[in-house]
Structure formats: C-alpha cells, structure tokens
C-alpha cells in the first residue's frame, strides 16, 4: 500500500489532521521499544517533569504541561512511583496536594541511555534543516494554543 498514493489530491489540512494521529502512533511505539525500564509516555512525563526548577510539581501541573487529563497523569506516575523513578510528597502547605519527586533513578537512566538518545533524535530530523525545525515547532505551538482555546470554549 503507498501511503502517498491515498493522500493523493486530499486537502492539506485534512491530511495534516491524520497526520497527527498517525504520527503519534508512530512516535510511541518507537518510544516503547528505545528503553527497557519505561513507556514513552512515562519517559515524557519525566521531560515534563525536570521542566520545574522552582518547585515539584503536581498532578495538575504535569497533566496540564502533557495535555492529558488528571486520571491519566496519575495513573503513568504511579506506575513511575512503584517502579522506584519518582516519589510523592505531600505539600508543605496544602496537605490535599502531592507533589511529584524525581528519584536517582532518573539520573541513572539518563545516564544509561545518553548515547542512544541522541543517536535517535539525529535519527528522527536526518535530512530536515534547523529551520525547517525551528518552523515546525512555531506552528505546532501554535496549533496547540488553538486546541487549548477550543477546549476552554467547550468546556
């Protein structure tokens, strides 16, 4: 089957569209099969995690910079927590919230796989310029910022 040859003559914006779904099937299962230890949904909530510099986030905080809901988040950090990669903490001032802790592990981790991560992300933008990049993520971002909004207005 050439995938091209079905797209053939459909509108841009629709194919972009399926293309997103496509394109993040395609990017878990080659992050499912990179590291031993976690998902790649467990691996980006560790990015997201080491974002927050000032002060350990909480469910709320990661589930909203993921773009997934509470449940989710939840659900993937306590797999992370069993699996000794994180830890929770309740708030200093508001008992009602934990905030999520990384553990050493992390560090290992990274440490384990600094070579194949980069090997892999020279895998994944071989032949694409850095402007070409720096292109794709403005409009990303922005097409996020539109989701965002449609999703306030829906709600």
Known sequence: MDREKLLEGMESRKALFGLFFSFDNRLQQAGDQFYEEITCKQFFLLICLSLFKEEAPTINDLSEIMGSSHQNVKQIALKLERNGFIKTMNDPHDKRKLR???????????????????????????G????????????????????????????
Do not use: C
């Open 100 to 126: 999520i802790v990384p553990t050493k592990k992390i560090q290992d981790l990274g440490e384990k796989y600094v070579k194949q991560e980069e090997a892999f992300m020279e895998a994944l933008y071989a």
């Open 128 to 155: 694409i310029s850095d402007e070409d990049i720096e292109r794709t993520f403005q409009t990303m971002s922005k097409i996020e910022q539109n989701l965002i909004k449609i999703k306030g207005e829906h709600q």
